[in-house]
Every structure is written in structure tokens, then in C-alpha cells.
């Protein structure tokens, strides 16, 4: 019986002292922009996606700093906010690089096209004759 009561009073323990903690700093706006990064990250060609990804990604740096230096202020529940919109950055990341990526090929290949057909109608085959 004796143990029961130690561990039912180290959890309630633990639980007072996570509702008086202080949240990790931005970690609604870590989350928020990490899931963003990846929403928006088909958009405008993946620029969007990219901006706020490395906005995410840096501010999450700065608050698991922040958390390391004073773990005992902050709440521990919030760090896996900060995990998991860093987690959300870095697929935003990624995603808007290939998208970045793909749309230049894209544009590089159109543009090819544009002269082959422009030099062709102009009689001109690529050999100067």
C-alpha cells in the first residue's frame, strides 16, 4: 500500500508542477507555421512554404535553447509542440525546395521549347545555313 501513495503523490506532484510551469515560448507559433509551411508549400511555387518553414525552424531553435537553459520554468507538454511544428518545418522545407526546383526545370525546359520553335519558324536550324 505504501507504494501506491509514493506514486500517487510523485503524480500529483508532477502534475501541480506542470500547471504553474510557463509554456515554451512560441510553441503555438512554431506548431502553427510548421503545419503552414506545409499547407502553402504548393503555392507560388513552393516560396511561401520555404519562407515560413525557416521562420519555424529558427524559432524553434531559439526555444529549445530557451528551454535547456531553464527546463524547470517551462512546461514539458508544450516542448512537444515545439518538436512537432519543427518536424512540420522541416517536410515544408523539403517539399518547397522540390516544388522550387521542379518549377524552374519547368520554366527552363517552356522557355527551350520557345526558341526551338521561334528559330524554326524563322528558317534558322541551328547550324547557321
Known amino acids: 500500500m505504501e507504494t501506491y501513495r509514493t506514486e500517487t503523490n510523485d503524480f500529483q506532484n508532477q502534475t501541480q508542477k506542470n500547471?504553474?510551469?510557463?509554456?515554451v515560448p512560441n510553441s503555438?507559433?512554431?506548431?502553427?507555421?510548421?503545419?503552414?509551411s506545409i499547407i502553402t508549400c504548393c503555392c507560388c511555387n513552393g516560396i511561401i512554404?520555404?519562407?515560413?518553414?525557416?521562420?519555424?525552424?529558427?524559432?524553434?531553435?531559439?526555444?529549445?535553447?530557451?528551454?535547456?537553459?531553464n527546463s524547470d520554468m517551462y512546461d514539458e507538454r508544450?516542448?512537444?509542440?515545439?518538436?512537432?511544428?519543427?518536424?512540420?518545418?522541416?517536410?515544408?522545407?523539403?517539399?518547397?525546395?522540390?516544388?522550387?526546383?521542379?518549377?524552374?526545370?519547368?520554366?527552363?525546359?517552356?522557355?527551350?521549347?520557345?526558341?526551338n520553335i521561334t528559330n524554326s519558324a524563322n528558317g534558322w536550324d541551328g547550324l547557321g545555313y
Do not use: Q, W, Y
Open 78 to 115: 508544450t516542448l512537444g509542440k515545439v518538436n512537432a511544428g519543427r518536424t512540420c518545418a522541416i517536410i515544408g522545407l523539403t517539399v518547397g525546395l522540390l516544388m522550387f526546383v521542379i518549377a524552374i526545370l519547368v520554366v527552363h525546359f517552356a522557355l527551350d521549347d520557345v526558341s
Open 28 to 36: 503555438n507559433a512554431i506548431l502553427t507555421l510548421g503545419i503552414l
Open 49 to 69: 512554404g520555404i519562407i515560413l518553414s525557416i521562420i519555424a525552424i529558427v524559432l524553434a531553435a531559439k526555444s529549445k535553447r530557451e528551454f535547456n537553459r
Open 19 to 23: 500547471e504553474f510551469n510557463l509554456p
